[in-house]
Each structure stands twice: as structure tokens, then as C-alpha cells.
């Protein structure tokens, strides 16, 4: 099923969800100690493999880290080769100073921002859909 490309359909679609939980990324050399049922995302980079994983779980592996996060879906089903979603998300947040790391999967963006910036981050993920 293919996602949503229309710019204003996927603004108006959002439906920011706050995901439970503080998450972290680490980069890592060797996955293979690492049981793939903590590890959310993976991405391999040259330097390492980056994943997001929960803070708790992280903290009971003794990793570290620098970046705690809220993880926040964007339950509109966006297609991947939808054009703009992504800036227009992160101009928003720019406007209020809140990083934002987007991962694009196959049905949604994920956003992480940092905890502190969590409710605010919402309340302007919000106010494209006018609610």
C-alpha cells in the first residue's frame, strides 16, 4: 500500500503519538552481543553501527551516551518518496529551538527530541492538523 505524497494531506494527517519511554543512540563496532530485540533502529555507518535503543536498556549494558530522547511517531502514512514532510516538520521545531533526528521507516517518521523539548515538540507537531 503506497503512502501519502500531497504535502498538505500529510501536514493536515500527522497525528503526532508520543512513544513511552526515553530512548538514546549509540554507536557500537560489533552488533552481534547485542540481542536485536532491544535495539529499535540500526543504521551502519562507516565509523560504527548507530542504534536507538531504550535509556533503560542501554543503562543495564552499561553503554553511553549522549543524547536522551522522546520518540515521537508520526502516524500518517507518508510515502517514502514524499517531498517536503521533513522540512516543513523541522522549520516548525526550528522556530521554538528543538533539535529533531527524523528516521524515515516504510509506513511513518519517527522523530526524536530531547526530553526537555518533549511537550513543546508535540504542541507544534499539533498545530499542522489544527488541533
Not at 533503560?56 to 507518508?78: C, G, P, Q, R
Request: aromatic share 10%; hydrophobic share 45%; net charge negative.
Amino acid at each position: 500500500m503506497a503512502g501519502e505524497t500531497d504535502l498538505n494531506i500529510l501536514l493536515k494527517s500527522l497525528k503526532p503519538s508520543l512513544n513511552k519511554g526515553s530512548y538514546v543512540f549509540i554507536s557500537v563496532n560489533d552488533i552481534r552481543h547485542i540481542s536485536r530485540d532491544i535495539i529499535l533502529f540500526e543504521f551502519k555507518e562507516k565509523e560504527g553501527t548507530t542504534i536507538i535503543l531504550e535509556q533503560a536498556k542501554a543503562d543495564e549494558l552499561n553503554f553511553k551516551y549522549d543524547f536522551v530522547a522522546s520518540w515521537i511517531t508520526l502516524t500518517v502514512h507518508s510515502a517514502l518518496n514524499a517531498v517536503g514532510l521533513t522540512a516543513a516538520v523541522s522549520t516548525a521545531l526550528t522556530k521554538y529551538n528543538i533539535s529533531c533526528n527524523v528516521i524515515a521507516a516504510y509506513y511513518h517518521d519517527h522523530l526524536f527530541v530531547a526530553t526537555k523539548d518533549t511537550e513543546q515538540a508535540m504542541e507544534v507537531l499539533s498545530e499542522f492538523s489544527g488541533k
